[in-house]
């Protein structure tokens, strides 16, 4: 039991269609559709219970220095580096 808020990250799987790299990789939807629940199954586990469920998007900034394949959109030189 959580007492106060909680934050949940995850990725809504059917925004990533329209994201670049799935014109180029469209297998990675399917795979990321494999590892993540849709936004309904999220909301619906925490909605009971909680006071106040809410999604936010939570924009990836240009120069995000973490390691998942979204945050590499504006340097993609980058996402090589890592996958050695």
Do not use: H, K, N
Request: aromatic residues 8%; glycine residues 6%.
């Amino acid at each position: 039991m959580s007492r106060g808020p909680v934050v949940v990250l995850t990725l809504d799987v059917p925004a990533l269609r329209q994201f670049w790299l799935a014109d180029y990789i469209p297998e990675i939807v399917a795979v990321e559709q494999a590892r993540f629940p849709t936004l309904e199954q999220v909301t619906g586990a925490l909605v009971d219970g909680s006071a106040e469920v809410r999604v936010d998007v939570v924009p990836v900034p240009r120069d995000c220095t973490d390691g998942f394949g979204e945050a590499f959109y504006a340097r993609p030189e980058a996402a090589s580096r890592v996958a050695r």
